[in-house]
Nanobody, 118 residues
């Protein structure tokens, strides 16, 4: 099993920046991808950014050029640097980790609220 603990959410004015972090513990050697998803009230949970253990990144179109995902492998931690925030970025942000094949485990953090005021 893997446990994910997120930190860094909060309230920010539009145009500001926030950094989220997520640290994995437990059976982490199986993880080959980590990422961030977000869910606004009444909406589905959507992918924001992911990063593989080889460093390949993937971003939602809405955050490209504003958000950056990076990881510290030694600390089993993934970060999401969020710049030029807008009210549309307001959501609960969830950390996600996925095991490599054939283990198949998928894990979620408890979520951290990000609120951007106009």
């Amino acid at each position: 099993q893997v446990q994910l603990v997120e930190t860094g959410g909060g309230l920010m004015q539009a145009g500001g920046s926030l950094r989220l972090s997520c640290t994995a513990s437990g059976i982490t050697y199986r993880i080959n991808r980590m990422g961030w998803y977000r869910q606004a009230p009444g909406q589905q949970r959507d992918m924001v950014a992911t990063i593989t253990d080889s460093g390949t990144t993937n971003y939602a179109e809405s955050v490209k050029g504003r958000f950056t995902i990076f990881r510290d492998g030694a600390k089993n931690t993934v970060y999401l640097q969020m710049n030029s925030l807008s009210p549309e970025d307001t959501a609960v942000y969830f950390c996600n980790a996925a095991d490599a094949y054939p283990f198949g485990g998928v894990y979620w953090g408890q979520g951290t609220q990000v609120t951007v005021s106009s």
